[in-house]
Nanobody, 119 residues
Framework: QVQLVESGGGLVQAGGSLRLSCAAS????????MGWYRQAPGKQRELVAT???????EYADSVKGRFAISGDNAKNTVYLQMNSLKPEDTAIYYC?????????????WGQGTQVTVSS
């Protein structure tokens, strides 16, 4: 099993910043790409940003220019720097990774961290 431990959520005013962290661990697994997804009340979970081990990134259009994803391969940790936060960014943010073991790949999710942006 792979465990994803998230931290950094909280309450912030619009225009403020937060930084999320997620550390992955799992004996016998090779951690691959990591990313962040979010789910607002009554909405489907959506991609926020992803990063490959090589550093390639992908962002949702709604966060481009405001959020930045980065990773530390040695620590199997991914970060999400969120700036210029808006009330519509309010959601539970989930860390995700695809980890490999033997010839198989497995998709893992963190427990989620709440981000609330007040207007």
């Amino acid at each position: 099993q792979v465990q994803l431990v998230e931290s950094g959520g909280g309450l912030v005013q619009a225009g403020g910043s937060l930084r999320l962290s997620c550390a992955a661990s799992g004996s016998g697994f090779v951690i691959g790409a990591m990313g962040w997804y979010r789910q607002a009340p009554g909405k489907q979970r959506e991609l926020v940003a992803t990063i490959t081990r090589g550093g390639d990134t992908e962002y949702a259009d709604s966060v481009k220019g405001r959020f930045a994803i980065s990773g530390d391969n040695a620590k199997n940790t991914v970060y999400l720097q969120m700036n210029s936060l808006k009330p519509e960014d309010t959601a539970i943010y989930y860390c995700n990774t695809v980890a490999a073991r033997s010839f198989y790949k497995y998709n893992y999710w963190g427990q989620g961290t709440q981000v609330t942006v007040s207007s």
